[in-house]
């Protein structure tokens, strides 16, 4: 799972990722140094990410490509760039002790958005990458219970915060085998870990399942949360589909998620399927893969 905090990028070619923003001189009262910070942020962030510069960027790599999915990966880029930016700058006020309750106030809102702001940038990316087909897999022989119990790792937090009780099933006897990238795998149970933290309400139930059916791995993530109507059931993983758009659940993403997840899971010969008895009634995401011969 993509981490929507992970804004820096250092290597990044066009250098605004690894602009600093200046901190003030020691020779400086604090408020001075605050003000000079903001000042000059102010001046240069709009050079460097302007409109124009974006929309040149965007043009030339349409023009050269054709391609829609080129120009929405240059715009993130330059987005997550100037984000970088941006926390660096309040990373440089939260240094200033003296700072009164308001000013305290204001930069927990900056950085909140920021971070809602950097989630959906890389929602952007996802969509380009399913689009483009760089979804890249390297596959290894790998136990897929290892791989499903790092996804749990991964999420365990923000289960914590929700209150969720995971329960967890695994086979016993042995390992199951598959030849699979073990990164893009824990990348598809970490986001349907998520879908159901997102969609079940405090203190829920979420189960994760392993097991062999039939010649196949089995990945089942269930969950007593809103449930899915029946109809919209084959929907689910469309790229950009959400089944509920209540305020409650704005936070749940653009609808982004399954889709990768389904691309990912198709490019390991699997299916992935949904399940749910009804609104209310929970729901059910079933991932099939296959297991190679011995």
Known sequence: MKDASASSHPDDPSGVGRETVPTRRPDTPSNTGNSETFERGSRELPDRISARHLSLRSQENITRNGSNSDYMTVVSHELRNSLSAIRTAT????????????????RILIERQVTQITRLVDDI???????????????????????????????????????????TSFPDDAPV??????????????????????????????????ERQDGE????????????EPGILPQVFDLYFRADRSPRHLEAGLGIGLALVRSLVERHGGVVTAASAGPGQGSEFIVRLPIPAQ
Not at 217 to 228: K, L, M, P, S
């Open 125 to 167: 990316l996802d969509v380009s990458r399913v689009r483009i087909s760089q979804l890249g897999v390297h596959c290894e022989r790998v136990d897929l219970c290892a791989v499903a119990a790092r996804a749990l790792q991964a999420v365990e937090f923000t289960m914590l915060m929700r209150s969720h009780s995971v329960q």
């Open 217 to 228: 791995a089995v990945v089942r993530v269930r969950d007593t949360g809103i449930g899915i």
């Open 91 to 106: 990373g440089v006020l939260s240094l200033d002790i003296s700072a009164d309750l308001t000013a305290v106030k204001a």
């Open 177 to 210: 085998w598959l030849e699979a990238d073990p990164a893009r795998l824990e990348e598809v149970f970490v986001n349907l870990l998520l879908n159901a933290s997102k969609y079940t309400d405090l203190g829920g139930d979420i189960w994760l399942s392993v």
